[in-house]
């Protein structure tokens, strides 16, 4: 049997640099595409307001929906952008939890179909630097914690999709219900 000589001892020390430099090159490659996916995870990237101009963008989540913190008589909430919702909607738990005022009992449809909800009106809603006064809405068995962000609300602002974002834009005070 051959001693390893100088050159192997060189060949074996450069092979190990080079194997600790590829596994590190991964690490950093693994963590940068990582933190690529977890960048797009959605919610307000941009609130302003100037004087009667107000402006929120919204960053679509990768299930292809908009979610946003916003607040509803000045409790915080998660809400759903939901075009398709006639009213903005929370669960009874959330209504019951901010104190809502059940009022008469209507019919409203839904994604799973007709069920039975009660009318109320939300004093405050705020979406980051739009915010609303005296908003229709429905208390609806079956949803989530997540609060649906209705055409009640969304109806007093031009909505424009732009890539995998949401502007939600207030050119001037609208009249009704501009808080």
């Given at each position: 049997?051959d001693?390893?000589?100088?050159?192997?001892?060189?060949?074996?020390?450069?092979?190990?640099?080079?194997?600790?430099?590829?596994?590190?090159?991964?690490?950093i490659?693994?963590?940068?595409?990582?933190?690529?996916?977890?960048?797009?995870s959605?919610?307000?990237?941009r609130?302003?307001?100037?004087?009667?101009?107000?402006l929120?963008?919204?960053?679509?989540?990768?299930?292809?929906?908009?979610?946003?913190?916003?607040?509803?008589?000045?409790?915080?909430?998660?809400?759903?952008i939901?075009?398709?919702?006639?009213?903005?909607?929370v669960?009874?738990?959330?209504?019951?939890?901010?104190?809502?005022?059940?009022?008469?009992?209507?019919?409203?449809?839904?994604?799973?179909?007709?069920?039975?909800?009660?009318?109320?009106?939300?004093?405050?809603?705020?979406?980051?630097?739009l915010?609303?006064?005296?908003?229709?809405?429905?208390?609806?068995?079956?949803?989530?914690?997540?609060a649906?962000?209705?055409?009640?609300?969304?109806?007093?602002?031009?909505?424009?999709?732009?890539?995998?974002?949401?502007?939600?834009?207030?050119?001037?005070?609208?009249?009704?219900?501009a808080?």
């Amino acid at each position: 049997m051959d001693q390893p000589g100088p050159t192997d001892k060189l060949h074996s020390k450069t092979g190990r640099r080079f194997a600790w430099i590829a596994v590190i090159g991964m690490m950093i490659g693994l963590t940068a595409f990582y933190q690529a996916l977890t960048q797009r995870s959605g919610g307000i990237v941009r609130s302003l307001e100037d004087g009667g101009h107000a402006l929120v963008v919204l960053q679509r989540e990768r299930s292809g929906h908009y979610l946003a913190e916003g607040q509803i008589n000045g409790q915080p909430v998660m809400f759903l952008i939901d075009t398709g919702a006639t009213d903005v909607a929370v669960s009874e738990k959330t209504a019951r939890a901010m104190g809502l005022d059940f009022g008469p009992r209507i019919r409203v449809m839904t994604a799973a179909g007709p069920v039975s909800a009660w009318a109320t009106r939300l004093d405050h809603v705020r979406l980051g630097s739009l915010e609303l006064t005296n908003v229709r809405a429905t208390i609806t068995p079956g949803l989530n914690d997540a609060a649906l962000l209705g055409m009640s609300f969304l109806k007093h602002f031009n909505l424009r999709q732009e890539g995998d974002q949401l502007l939600i834009e207030r050119a001037g005070q609208d009249g009704e219900g501009a808080g």
